[in-house]
């Protein structure tokens, strides 16, 4: 390839120290690691019904049939939580860099006790940027954001924008009013005006929580339920381009991560086709553009190996669409990048697969002006 290849979503699996800082008033209920004979390796979170499965998360080349087989903690990739070993992973695979989120911290979004939360997602924020001190030019981390209040959230940003992160994560649901109240619009200007990407990831809202599809049973086989993990991200793109805040803020970016993008083509087209047909009887918002022209300018998507997404690339928003390799999660590429990458866009032009590949990622994080 012509351009260096860029994963828009990959992950750390959190050892302890990622909470040894933690306010001392939660040291007592810190979240730490375990093993579970069933699970393996685990932790340890106040508030969620079992440990998060950390063999399960950190689990990138495994076999499928190996997947839930319980690993101790010593025996994971240390390329999960060491920043030595995840550049020289990079090196082996061929990638520049790597845009990180938590996989903890996607969990800690579905405890109520939001300022237990808040104590977790300072003290991870704090790992992670010595983690991404290693080489902030291939480490660019996403601070968590746990948004107590408008206020509070817009401070958050501030210090994410001072400790040189790239972006934040935002809970799929969050404490105050829901993302379409009018409150939120100081804190997309700060977004803006700090040029920080707003993330929303998969299993960060209450209907698409990981630790349900583990323990509670619904129709058909429990396989189902990991069908519907991007409903989440959706219906908050949704709420998001029907109330109107990307109207009003133009400027915003923001990411809807791990839910693949094969979907996207007919999401724009039943969009418009809803707000066409349907607008004067539903509640929406007055829009001067269609549905599709917000979700194609605003919203961007990242995907693993999603075949659909790049052979409907043309269809439009190719600009918009991230490739990345979700390491090391069991849905990521390892050890089959190159080779998936290839399949993926092999017959696209060469513009079209370098956006995809790194460009797209190049502008939207602004990586020709690295932050100190």
């Excluded at 695979?93 to 579905?110: D, H, K, Q, T, Y």
């Excluded at 690339?313 to 999660?329: E, I, Q």
Aim: glycine fraction near 8%; aromatic fraction near 8%.
């Amino acid at each position: 390839m012509t351009s260096p290849l860029m994963s828009a979503d990959s992950h750390v699996a959190e050892p302890n120290e990622a909470y040894l800082e933690i306010d001392p008033a939660f040291r007592d209920r810190a979240p730490h690691l375990v093993h579970d004979d069933e699970l393996g390796a685990g932790m340890v979170v106040d508030g969620l019904p079992a440990p998060v499965p950390m063999s399960f998360i950190n689990a990138a080349g495994r076999k499928p049939e190996d997947i839930g087989i319980p690993v101790v903690w010593e025996r994971l990739d240390p390329a999960g939580h060491d920043s030595a070993a995840r550049l020289a992973h990079q090196d082996r695979e061929g990638i520049a860099c790597e845009v990180i989120f938590p996989s903890v911290g996607m969990m800690l979004c579905r405890v109520k006790d939001i300022d237990y939360r808040k104590a977790c997602n300072d003290a991870y924020n704090r790992w992670l940027a010595s983690f991404c001190e290693a080489d902030p030019s291939r480490l660019l981390g996403l601070a968590t954001v746990t948004l107590r209040s408008i206020e509070e959230g817009i401070e958050e940003l501030r210090t994410a924008s001072e400790m040189g992160f790239r972006g934040v994560m935002f809970p799929g649901n969050p404490n105050v009013e829901d993302y379409d109240h009018p409150c939120y619009d100081p804190l997309w200007e700060a977004a803006i005006d700090l040029k920080l990407p707003i993330h929303f990831h998969i299993l960060t809202s209450d209907s698409d929580d990981l630790s349900t599809i583990i323990i509670r049973k619904s129709r058909g086989p429990k396989i189902t339920q990991f069908m519907s993990i991007i409903r989440g991200v959706q219906d908050i793109l949704l709420m998001l381009i029907f109330s109107g805040v990307f109207e009003r803020h133009p400027g915003l970016r923001v990411v809807c991560a791990e839910a693949d993008a094969g979907w996207a083509p007919h999401f724009a087209y039943r969009m418009d086709h809803a707000y066409e047909r349907h607008r004067y009887w539903l509640e929406t918002s007055k829009l001067p553009r269609p549905p599709s022209h917000y979700f194609r300018e605003n919203i961007y998507l990242t995907f693993q190996d999603d075949y659909a997404a790049t052979h409907t690339a043309h269809l439009g928003g190719s600009d918009r669409l991230m490739w990345a390799s979700d390491f090391p999660h069991s849905d990521g590429t390892f050890p089959r990048t190159q080779e998936v990458i290839e399949r993926l866009t092999g017959s696209m032009s060469e513009a079209m697969r370098d956006g995809i590949t790194g460009g797209n990622m190049r502008g939207l994080y602004g990586l020709d002006n690295p932050r100190q």
